[in-house]
C-alpha cells in the first residue's frame, strides 16, 4: 500500500474538518474561534496542494476532494461568520440571510476553477480562502480598536462586492515562484513587504488591507503588462 499518495488527501480532509467544526462553533456564537478554525484550514489548503507536488501524487480525485473542502470551509464558513455578524448589527429580521450569497458566487468560483485551464500560474477572480480570509477578519475587527467602521451596511456591501469578485474575469496573480529574481518577481515580492508594513502597523486591520492591495496591485499589473506587450 502506497501509504504517500494519501497524505495530500488527509491535509484536505484536514481542511473540511476545521470548516465543519468552525460552522458549529460560528452557530454558537463563537466567532472568533471559528475564525481561528478557518485560518488553520488556509494553512492545511496550502500545504494539501505543496504535499501532492513535493510527492509527485497529484490525482484528479484530489483536486476535486479539495474543491469540496473549499466549498465549505471557505464559502459555507464566511456565509456563517457573515449572517451572525448581521444578525448583530441589524435590525431588518431577513437581511441577515444576504450573507449566503457568498456560499453560492463561492460554489460558482469553484465551479469555473475546476474548467478551466488558464488558471495554472494565475487566478481569474478572487481566489475563495481570500475571500473568506477578508469576510472572516470582520469577527476581529468588530471586537477591536476598529469596531466603529463595522456596520450592518459595510457588511452587506462586503458580502455583495467580494461575492462578484469571486466570478469577476480579472487576472490576479499567484503567490507562486518559479525563481526567486527580483525581475520575475516584482509584484509577488512587493504585495510581501506591503503585507509585512501592513501587518506591523494595523494589526488586525491589516487583514482586509492586504486582500485590497493584493487585487489592486494585480490590477496595476495587468496595466503595466498590456503595455509592455502593445
Same mark, same amino acid.
Not at 469555473?112 to 488558464?118: A, Q, S
Given at each position: 500500500m502506497n501509504i504517500k499518495k494519501h497524505i495530500p488527501?488527509?491535509?484536505?480532509?484536514?481542511?473540511?474538518?476545521?470548516?465543519?467544526?468552525?460552522i458549529v462553533f460560528a452557530f454558537k456564537g463563537d466567532l472568533t474561534f471559528a475564525t481561528y478554525l478557518l485560518w488553520l484550514a488556509m494553512v492545511l489548503d496550502f500545504f494539501d496542494g505543496f504535499a501532492a507536488r513535493i510527492l509527485k501524487v497529484s490525482s484528479?480525485?484530489?483536486k476535486e476532494l479539495d474543491s469540496l473542502a473549499d466549498m465549505v470551509t471557505f464559502g459555507v464558513l464566511p456565509s456563517v461568520i457573515m449572517f451572525?455578524?448581521?444578525?448583530?448589527y441589524s435590525e431588518i429580521e431577513y437581511l441577515p440571510y444576504s450573507a449566503f450569497i457568498i456560499a453560492i458566487f463561492s460554489a460558482l468560483r469553484l465551479a469555473?476553477?475546476?474548467?478551466?485551464?488558464?488558471q495554472q500560474s494565475v487566478f481569474i477572480g478572487l481566489p475563495t480562502p481570500a475571500n473568506a $480570509? @477578508?469576510?472572516?477578519? =470582520?469577527?476581529?475587527?468588530?471586537?477591536s480598536d476598529y469596531a466603529g467602521f463595522v456596520n450592518a451596511g459595510v457588511l452587506v456591501v462586503t458580502s455583495i462586492v467580494f461575492s462578484l469578485l469571486l466570478i469577476a474575469p480579472?487576472? $490576479? @496573480?499567484?503567490?507562486k =515562484?518559479?525563481?526567486?529574481?527580483?525581475?520575475?518577481?516584482?509584484?509577488?515580492?512587493?504585495f510581501l513587504l506591503i503585507s509585512v508594513l501592513c501587518i506591523v502597523g494595523f494589526k488586525i486591520l491589516a487583514i482586509p488591507l492586504i486582500i485590497i492591495t493584493y487585487i489592486a496591485l494585480?490590477?496595476?499589473?495587468?496595466?503595466v503588462n498590456k503595455k509592455s506587450s502593445a
Open positions: 488527501n488527509t491535509i484536505t480532509c484536514g481542511n473540511l474538518f476545521c470548516g465543519c467544526l468552525g484528479p480525485i484530489g451572525h455578524l448581521l444578525e448583530h469555473k476553477f475546476n474548467i478551466d485551464d488558464r $480570509l @477578508f469576510i472572516s477578519s =470582520f469577527a476581529f475587527i468588530a471586537i480579472v487576472e $490576479l @496573480f499567484a503567490l =515562484f518559479k525563481s526567486f529574481s527580483w525581475k520575475d518577481n516584482q509584484v509577488r515580492f512587493t494585480s490590477l496595476v499589473n495587468n496595466a
